[in-house]
């Protein structure tokens, strides 16, 4: 079956312009993960969603970053008042179970590059 | 507080050469280890993972890892190096007491012909 994607899969914007990332999951994978990676690092995590609920957003960085999910269909994760610090790429993943099946394996997205000029 | 590291940024291998990619961790409890790859522009897939039973561990495009609890180690290995292997490897591990799961900082492995 398909998996999972991610719009756009490039983004280029303005210092100060809002963002809208979108994910489309695998169908019927229940959690959805957002993570970021700067050019040359590690994946950074930013939220978790269990179903419509996000149980841990431990990881977005500041208010300016925001995530929705509709049931266990797409998500947004959206940037306020971009920053160049914010130049990513912003990884999507999903996974059958959730955080609480710790056996559960993510599935990723290919990304999407943004660059905040 | 749970950890995962890989000591190396860039490792070196000729084509048909064995390989291995380093990982070391640290977690309160009884670890899941995963590996995963990122070939370029295109998101993380899904290697393998290590969750209890045989300490090595058979993945996809040939890879193995093995699990080491003595050594907190679960490093990536493969008998003969492709070209095609050349992409960025992530581990990645998970306390089961934790909510989350923890990746190291990747690791770029180039295959030269």
């Known amino acids: 079956g398909a998996g999972v994607s991610q719009s756009p899969s490039n983004k280029v914007t303005e210092k100060g312009k809002d963002v809208e990332l979108r994910c489309d999951p695998i169908s019927g994978h229940t959690a959805l993960y957002w993570y970021r990676q700067r050019l040359g690092q590690g994946l950074e995590f930013l939220i978790y969603?269990?179903?419509?609920?996000?149980?841990?957003k431990s990881g977005l960085p500041s208010d300016r970053f925001s995530a929705e999910r509709t049931g266990e269909s797409v998500s947004t994760l959206t940037i306020q008042r971009t920053q160049q610090e914010d130049s990513a790429v912003y990884l999507c993943?999903?996974?059958?179970?959730?955080?609480?099946?710790?056996?559960?394996?993510?599935?990723f997205g290919p990304g999407t590059r943004l660059t905040v000029l | 507080a749970q950890s995962v590291a890989q000591p190396e940024d860039q490792v070196n291998v000729a084509e048909g050469n064995p390989l291995t990619v380093k990982c070391t961790y640290s977690?309160?409890?009884?670890?899941?280890l995963f590996w995963y790859v990122q070939y370029p522009n295109r998101g993380l897939q899904f290697l393998l993972k290590?969750?209890?039973?045989?300490?090595l561990v058979k993945g996809s495009y040939g890879f193995e890892a093995e699990f080491n609890k003595s050594q907190t180690s679960f490093h990536l290995k493969k008998p003969s190096a492709l070209v095609s292997d050349s992409a960025l490897y992530f581990c990645?591990?998970?306390?089961?007491?934790?909510?989350?799961?923890?990746f190291g900082s990747g690791t770029r492995l180039s295959i030269r012909p």
């Open positions: 993943a999903s996974s059958l179970l959730g955080q609480g099946a710790f056996r559960d394996t993510q599935y």
């Open positions: 969603f269990q179903g419509n609920s996000a149980p841990d």
């Open positions: 990645a591990v998970r306390d089961p007491s934790a909510s989350k799961i923890i």
């Open positions: 977690v309160s409890g009884n670890p899941y």
């Open positions: 290590y969750i209890t039973g045989d300490n």
